[in-house]
């Protein structure tokens, strides 16, 4: 299975809602990401989770919540959110953490939350 | 800092013309470089990547060299097709789970 599966794959939702993305992987990876991506432009990296703990955090607003229940698994919980956090979120992962740059990082990414908000 | 250049696009190119998308680097080591595409609606998939000088990454007809004397990685296919219309994104392995893309390129491959 080399598969990342996201859930759901649209969703709409107001300001003042309470909603969660999910994610999952059964390739054994132990590293997973969450990205934001605007049409047409890269992805941005949000946060990354190593051996199910945080390692990176991009600055991202506390809006944006991040938990990893277990190593297959990749919540994004949003509370609050901006017309202008309306994007297409990435999941992804990959065997483990590079340390320098020769490392080889294969990300795997899933096909998306496309996530619209009014 | 690191970073990644990627010609500027879209690209429009006709059915079994060849493909040359260049992409060039800066980094202070030799990081491991990839190609991943984005179809319309999806997620990215990786394409293929190369993780030391002159290696080369091949996979689907498209191939790209790990160029160490001129910092590039430049993605060619000898024939296109229309299902070959997509985004296509370089990138180098920072380390630590970061990826720095480019800017990315929009190719539309007309029958």
């Known amino acids: 299975d080399t598969e990342v ?12 809602n309470k909603k969660s ?20 432009k890269p992805p941005e990296l949000m946060f990354v989770y190593s051996y199910e703990k945080l390692s990176i955090n991009e600055s991202v607003p506390s809006r944006f919540s ?10 994004l919980h949003l509370h609050a959110l901006q017309p202008e956090d309306s994007a297409l979120y990435l999941c992804a992962s990959s065997q483990a953490l590079t340390r320098g740059l020769a490392g080889d990082n294969e990300q795997f990414f899933g096909p998306g939350t496309r996530l619209t908000v009014l | 800092g690191n ?18 998308i260049n992409c060039t680097y800066t980094a202070t080591g030799y990081p491991s470089l990839f190609w991943y595409v984005q179809y319309p609606g999806e997620g990215l998939q990786l394409l293929l990547k190369a993780t030391k000088a002159d290696d080369k990454g091949s996979n689907k007809g498209f191939e790209a ?47």
Request: hydrophobic share 30%; glycine share 8%; proline share 5%.
């Open chain 1, 21 to 40: 993305l999910k994610c999952e992987q059964h390739m054994g990876h132990r590293a997973m990401y969450w990205y934001k991506q605007k049409a047409k």
């Open chain 1, 66 to 75: 991040p938990e990893c229940p277990n190593s297959s698994l990749l919540n």
């Open chain 2, 3 to 20: 970073s990644v250049t990627q010609m500027e696009g879209p690209v429009t190119l006709s059915e079994e013309a060849f493909l040359t």
């Open chain 2, 65 to 111: 060299t790990y160029r160490k004397e001129t910092t590039s990685f430049h993605l060619e296919k000898g024939s296109v097709q229309v299902s070959d219309s997509a985004v296509y994104f370089c990138a180098l392995n920072e380390g630590g789970g970061k990826l720095i893309f480019g800017q990315g390129t929009e190719l539309s491959v007309k029958p």
């Open chain 1, 5 to 16: 599966t996201q859930t759901p794959k649209h969703l709409v939702m107001g300001m003042t």
